[in-house]
């Protein structure tokens, strides 16, 4: 009819982030390294885990720290100095890359006693593995 707007749709999706990791530990602390291990996620759009860490205790990892992240459930860093570091630890798929949407694990410690150098890299090679980045928001 005259003056009328045809119909229209809206979709909207969504996808919560992957639950919360169980059985996260730093283990395997060496000369400036340190391996990072967690219960393997059941996510089924898992895309990988991801470690944010700091020398200052109650950082928030959406604005502070750096991060490492890899495709299995095993993160290691290399070349950290000496110095007790707080991290937390999450799985992530492409939808909660955004750390701000994660679920983190609880705040833990490690103590580096013997540094291996002063800039830390993650096990995905570059720091960052195929994480998304701080502050990725995927929408549609």
Do not use: E, H
């Not at 109650?58 to 707080?86: Q, W």
């Amino acid at each position: 009819s005259s003056g009328s707007a045809p119909a229209s749709t809206q979709l909207s999706a969504s996808n919560s982030a992957p639950a919360s990791l169980s059985g996260v530990t730093s283990g395997s602390i060496g000369t400036g390294t340190v391996t990072f291990t967690c219960t393997a996620s059941g996510d089924a759009d898992l895309d990988g885990y991801i470690v944010f860490f700091s020398t200052t205790s109650g950082f928030d990892p959406a604005t502070a720290g750096s991060l490492a992240a890899a495709a299995g459930p095993s993160v290691t860093l290399y070349g950290l100095s000496a110095a007790t570091y707080y991290y937390k630890m999450a799985a992530y798929d492409a939808w909660s890359s955004n750390p701000g949407l994660l679920n983190l694990s609880s705040q833990a410690s490690f103590t580096i006693a013997t540094g291996g150098g002063s800039t830390p890299t993650g096990g995905g090679g570059s720091g960052g593995g195929g994480y998304g980045g701080r502050g990725k928001n995927v929408s549609y």
